[in-house]
């Protein structure tokens, strides 16, 4: 599966938006999806995943209640919905896919620039 990421920009603190994740390949649906995101400096952390049925998300605690992450498998096509944004939010954002019963995210897409100003 092959991921294209995009929907970063620049918003001020208390903004909203939407990153989208488009995927190619007809076993997009097989695939748990995460959100991850690098800040200048920083290492890169995780954001939010979803399992491949969407039944079950998870999140970082600094994203929790703020974050929502969702997918679309009939247009193949996952969501990171931000509200509340902050400028320690700011990052480049990458979409990855990861086989279920697997830890390790093995396709990576190439990072949109999400950047908050205070």
């Known amino acids: 599966v092959q991921l294209q990421a995009s929907g970063g920009g620049l918003v001020q603190a208390g903004g909203s938006l939407r990153l989208s994740c488009a995927a190619s390949?007809?076993?997009?649906?097989?695939?748990?999806m995460g959100w991850f995101r690098q800040a200048p400096g920083k290492e890169r952390e995780f954001v939010a995943g979803?399992?491949?049925?969407?039944?079950?998300?998870d999140y970082a605690d600094s994203v929790k209640g703020r974050f929502t992450i969702s997918r679309d498998n009939a247009a193949i096509t996952a969501y990171l919905q931000m509200n509340s944004l902050k400028p320690e939010d700011t990052a480049v954002y990458y979409c990855?896919?990861?086989?279920?019963?697997?830890?390790?995210?093995?396709?990576w897409g190439q990072g949109t620039l999400v950047t908050v100003s205070s």
């Open positions: 390949g007809r076993t997009f649906g097989t695939y748990a």
């Open positions: 990855a896919a990861r086989l279920p019963g697997s830890s390790y995210y093995s396709h």
């Open positions: 979803i399992s491949w049925s969407g039944g079950s998300t």
